[in-house]
C-alpha cells in the first residue's frame, strides 16, 4: 500500500492531453466535431484551447482509463493526439497570454445648465 506521501507524487499524478484537429466543413462534420468535444467534457477534461483539451489524473493507471475511454469516442476523420504526462512535467510549462491594447475613449465633457 502507498503512503500519503507516495500517492500524491508529483511524478504518479498525471495529466492528459487531448490535441485534435478534425474537419468541419458540412454539417455532418460539425456535429461529429461538437460531440467529440461534447463527450470529452463529459469525461471530465477542460478546454484549455480551442483544439486542446486536460484531465487531472491521480495515478498512471486511471490517465490509462480516460486515455482508453479518448480512443473509443474517436471521431472518423480528422487528426487526434493523446498525450499523458507527469504533473512535474505539467508544472515546467510556461504560458504566454498577450493582451491587446484598448484605446481608452476620452471622457465626454458634459454640458452643465443652471
Given at each position: 500500500m502507498l503512503s500519503n506521501t507516495?500517492?500524491?507524487n508529483a511524478y504518479r499524478i498525471m495529466w492528459v492531453l487531448v490535441f485534435f484537429d478534425l474537419p468541419t466543413e458540412t454539417k455532418?462534420?460539425?456535429s461529429a466535431a461538437s460531440q467529440f468535444r461534447k463527450k470529452l467534457l463529459d469525461d471530465g477534461f477542460i478546454m484549455f484551447q480551442f483544439s486542446i483539451y486536460i484531465r487531472h489524473c491521480p495515478s498512471r493507471?486511471?490517465?490509462?482509463?480516460?486515455t482508453k475511454r479518448v480512443k473509443n469516442i474517436l471521431p472518423a476523420?480528422?487528426?487526434?493526439?493523446?498525450?499523458?504526462?507527469?504533473?512535474?512535467?505539467?508544472?515546467?510549462m510556461e504560458l504566454f497570454q498577450g493582451v491587446k491594447p484598448i484605446e481608452i475613449p476620452q471622457p465626454v465633457e458634459q454640458l452643465q445648465l443652471f
Open positions: 507516495n500517492r500524491f455532418k462534420e460539425r493507471e486511471n490517465a490509462k482509463v480516460h476523420h480528422g487528426k487526434v493526439c493523446i498525450l499523458e504526462i507527469t504533473d512535474k512535467q505539467f508544472e515546467r
